[in-house]
């Protein structure tokens, strides 16, 4: 557990410096310009995942389970994964007509994947990694808010096209061979 929770703190807490701590941010960029935080943030975030996923690999083979969810709960999961795919691809492209209804749709991917992946897993792991996730996703949020939502331009429905058939590639992808490809674990279970 240590190391996906070092994981998290490295992952989270670097993506959290601009909520709990903007203006040492800011004066690093000033004083070694932009492209030095980018570099911090970047080996920071990546170090950061690499060992919250690899610590949650290794945490999930000894966590203890707090709870078994009904079966229904990873069918609600499951539907819950093809919109958060959407908004995570529509967060990539320029503004579309629910980029600009949603201001934050990578925030809002976040937050759905995690509530989701907590509904259809009960084991402590799964909580630390997906309740971290949906708490950061929630605080980011507000913080966004009240530092301004972002302004788009006039809104062009291809984007949103773009990302809905794209999401839903990703999402089937996942579905068929990816997620058990990069996670070890079939999003639906054969029997």
Known sequence: MVWLILGL?????????????????????????????????????????VLLVWGFGQARQVAPVLWVPPTFMAHINLLLMLPALILLVASQLPAGYMKRAVKHPMILAVKIWAFGHLLANGDLASLLLFGAFLAWGVWNRI???????????????????????VGTLIYLWLILQGHLWLFGVPPIAVA
């Open 9 to 49: 703190v490295l992952f989270l807490g670097i993506h959290s410096v601009r909520m709990v701590a903007p203006g040492f941010r800011d004066r690093l960029i000033a004083e070694r310009g932009e492209s030095a935080w980018k570099g911090i943030y970047s080996v920071v975030a990546l170090i950061g995942l």
């Open 143 to 165: 913080a966004v808010k009240r530092r301004g939502d972002p302004v788009f331009g006039e809104p062009k429905a291809m984007y949103d096209g773009i990302a809905a058939v």
